[in-house]
């Protein structure tokens, strides 16, 4: 039995609310893969923030820091956005079986403006991190197929179950940030590729009032550009069992 299967579209880019049916959303193995979604992205969204805490710090900017947020305890990331990272998340995958939600961490605008490629490698730290997360779950995906291990019934399913998860929501928070314009971490990005930093914050600051119309832009083209990188990031780290 295969249960990474390229035929079909990742189960958590669906954005769009579904009809609510709640003797489904009270099976077992629905609540189970609730639970793991959720886990999943609270573990994905603090070592992304933590990341961009982190660099920022070794950049000169103790902002993020000095909140706690150079850390994988999730608490000091909630207690900055419990909303979006505990009240909605949890509504979403109850009611619709998406995971839908967001996560910060704060820095100088000065620091920003006065070093502004180590402001870019903040916000590349995040994205970074993710796509990390992939390499790390894909590989073991990999081996676990390889060797049957994922394919053994009881607990290995729930494994190979989060260890999926894992591989899906992080090349999506992946992807989705590193979309360049804002409000994603993608547009701080060009800080390094573009020889005119000035430009680009003077760019950045007429466009954030616009942070909104990024955001449903991204939403919409993410459901175009997620689903060929997903095949063929799981065909070449998955590999064959991705595609049986």
Request: with cysteine; hydrophobic share 50%.
């Amino acid at each position: 039995m295969t249960l990474f299967q390229l035929s079909q579209t990742p189960k958590i880019i669906r954005l769009y609310p579904q009809t609510v049916d709640w003797k489904l959303l009270m099976n077992p193995e629905r609540l189970l893969s609730g639970l793991f979604q959720y886990i999943v992205f609270l573990f994905s969204t603090t070592c992304h923030e933590a990341a961009h805490a982190y660099v920022a710090l070794k950049g000169g900017d103790p902002t993020a820091a000095e909140g706690g947020q150079v850390s994988l305890n999730p608490l000091p990331h909630i207690r900055r956005e419990p909303f979006g990272m505990v009240v909605l998340p949890i509504l979403a995958v109850v009611t619709t079986g998406n995971m839908i939600g967001w996560a910060s961490a704060p820095y100088n605008p000065a620091w920003q403006r006065a070093f502004p490629r180590r402001a870019a490698l903040m916000s590349l730290a995040g994205p970074a991190m993710n796509f990390f997360l992939v390499l790390v779950s894909g590989l073991l995906l990999r081996v676990g197929f390889a060797t049957g291990l994922l394919e053994q019934p009881g607990a290995w399913l729930a494994v190979s179950e989060f260890l999926q998860i894992c591989f899906e929501l992080n090349l999506l928070l992946g992807i989705f940030n590193m979309l360049p314009f804002p409000p994603f971490d993608g547009f701080g990005v060009l800080g390094l590729v573009t020889g005119n930093v000035g430009a680009l914050e003077k760019l950045r600051l007429q466009l954030s009032q616009f942070s909104i119309i990024g955001l449903l832009i991204g939403w919409q083209a993410i459901n175009y550009i997620f689903p060929p990188i997903y095949r063929l990031a799981a065909a070449v780290i998955v590999g064959d069992a991705a595609t049986n």
